[in-house]
């Protein structure tokens, strides 16, 4: 059964770091890319970042640049996603997703292109 499980999520003051997880069973990642999407209440799903099944590129959303880094081990069979000097607007539900691929480089924020989702994780940055 393919599924990936999201954890790291929380209540985080302004300024503050979080790092999410997304753990995948029921099949390796090495041949999947990964995206980290998130929703706030009465907004539409965005995207965050993603990274490459192939060569690890990343890629980001200009308002999470600079802020936030996607990582991939390959080992552990899981994805990252460190999130620092998080802002109110950061708050949301993240959701992780996969999509296979052996199109090298391949990356999207654009969630149609995925095929498998977690159930998401809630961060809450508030002071």
């Known amino acids: 059964q393919v599924q990936l499980v999201e954890s790291g999520g929380g209540l985080v003051q302004p300024g503050g770091s979080l790092r999410l997880s997304c753990a995948a069973s029921g099949f390796t990642l090495d041949y999947y890319a990964i995206g980290w999407f998130r929703q706030a209440p009465g907004k539409e799903r965005e995207g965050v970042s993603c990274?490459?099944?192939?060569?690890?590129?990343?890629y980001y959303a200009d308002s999470v640049k600079g802020r936030f880094t996607i990582s991939r081990d390959n080992a552990k069979n899981t994805v990252y996603l460190q999130m620092n000097s998080l802002k109110p607007e950061d708050t949301a539900v993240y959701y992780c997703?996969?999509?296979?691929?052996?199109?090298?480089?391949?990356?999207?924020?654009?969630?149609?292109?995925?095929?498998?989702w977690g159930q998401g994780t809630q961060v809450t940055v508030s002071s």
């Open positions: 990274i490459s099944s192939s060569d690890g590129s990343t």
């Open positions: 997703a996969a999509r296979a691929t052996k199109d090298r480089g391949w990356g999207s924020l654009d969630d149609l292109r995925y095929d498998y």
